[in-house]
Every structure is written in C-alpha cells, then in structure tokens.
C-alpha cells in the first residue's frame, strides 16, 4: 500500500503529530511524509490512502493546505483512503466565550475531511483533533500516543 501523511506546521505540534502517525502507517508500509507546500497534486493519484493534517486557524486550515486542496481536481482522489486531522488550542479551561467561538469555528480537521470526500476520497478514520496548550504549545501530555491509536484505527479502515 502507498501511503501519504501531509501535513503543514508553523510552531512544529502538527508536524510531531504527522510523524506519530506515519510511524504507525510504516509498520510494512511505503509511507511518504510530505510538508503541504511540498506536494505535487499529480502524485496523490497513485496513493492508496492519504492523510492531511494542519494547525486550526479561526476553524480553517492553515494556508498551505488550503492551496493544496483547492487544487485537487473534483473526482482527483476517486478510490484514494483519506483521513483528516488537526492541532489545536486546548479550550476546555477557558471561558465561556472562547468555547463558544471555538465552538462556532469548528476546526480545520473536518473541514479538510469534507473537501477530501467532495473530492472523491474515502474516508476511513473520522476527523480528530489533537490538543495544544495555548496557541503556540507543546501538544498536551498523551496527545503523540492519541495520534499513533487514531493511526491505528486508520490502518484498520484502510485494509
């Protein structure tokens, strides 16, 4: 199987997590990890399952992978396994307003979900998000460990 994790990082937690999961996804497999800008759209084609993941930015992805699954053809990713995910600010023990807003947004994780599926992609894993203290970091204690199980349920919906 050919696998892709994608990823686009600006303080470094979502590239940690990238590179959890495509240790998981390695167990026998050929993984390529590719930072967004990096990615040539021609080459998501000849993969069997690819993950995206990048930092939430007011409830988006980060511009990178923006650009790049914008230009993803309708139907480009036709019988491709794809799965989504996320960092961001851990907002539980804000205020009531922030969760609200936080709330409002949403996150960059299933947003890339759906434009991958109305690009003809399969999931297989739903959207998760993975958590960081403040806006800049590090990833919350056990948030590499949730990233390697979500991996893990990734190889169990993509065999």
Same mark, same amino acid.
């Given at each position: 199987?050919?696998?892709?994790?994608?990823?686009?990082?600006?303080?470094?937690?979502t590239?940690?997590?990238?590179r959890?999961?495509?240790?998981?996804?390695?167990?026998?497999?050929?993984?390529? *990890?590719?930072? #967004?800008a990096?990615?040539e759209?021609?080459? %998501?084609? !000849?993969?069997?399952?690819? $993950?995206?993941?990048?930092?939430?930015?007011g409830?988006?992805?980060?511009e990178?992978?923006?650009?790049?699954?914008?230009?993803?053809?309708?139907?480009?990713?036709?019988?491709?396994?794809?799965?989504?995910?996320d960092?961001?600010?851990?907002v539980?023990g804000?205020?009531?307003?922030?969760?609200?807003?936080?709330?409002? *947004?949403?996150? #960059?994780?299933?947003?890339?979900?759906k434009? %991958?599926? !109305?690009?003809?992609?399969n $999931?297989?894993?739903?959207?998760?998000?993975?958590?960081?203290?403040?806006?800049?970091?590090?990833?919350?204690?056990g948030e590499?460990?949730r990233?390697?199980?979500?991996a893990?349920?990734?190889?169990?919906?993509?065999?």
């Amino acid at each position: 199987m050919k696998i892709m994790v994608i990823y686009d990082s600006v303080y470094g937690n979502t590239e940690k997590v990238a590179r959890a999961i495509s240790e998981v996804l390695s167990g026998g497999e050929e993984v390529e *990890l590719v930072p #967004a800008a990096d990615v040539e759209v021609s080459d %998501l084609t !000849r993969m069997n399952l690819v $993950v995206i993941g990048a930092p939430t930015h007011g409830g988006r992805p980060s511009e990178d992978v923006k650009e790049l699954l914008d230009e993803i053809p309708i139907d480009g990713l036709e019988g491709v396994r794809v799965a989504a995910f996320d960092t961001r600010t851990d907002v539980s023990g804000k205020n009531i307003f922030i969760r609200a807003i936080a709330g409002i *947004l949403s996150y #960059a994780g299933g947003r890339i979900e759906k434009t %991958l599926v !109305r690009k003809g992609g399969n $999931v297989v894993a739903d959207a998760e998000g993975f958590l960081v203290n403040d806006r800049e970091g590090p990833l919350i204690d056990g948030e590499l460990d949730r990233a390697r199980n979500w991996a893990g349920r990734i190889l169990s919906g993509a065999s």
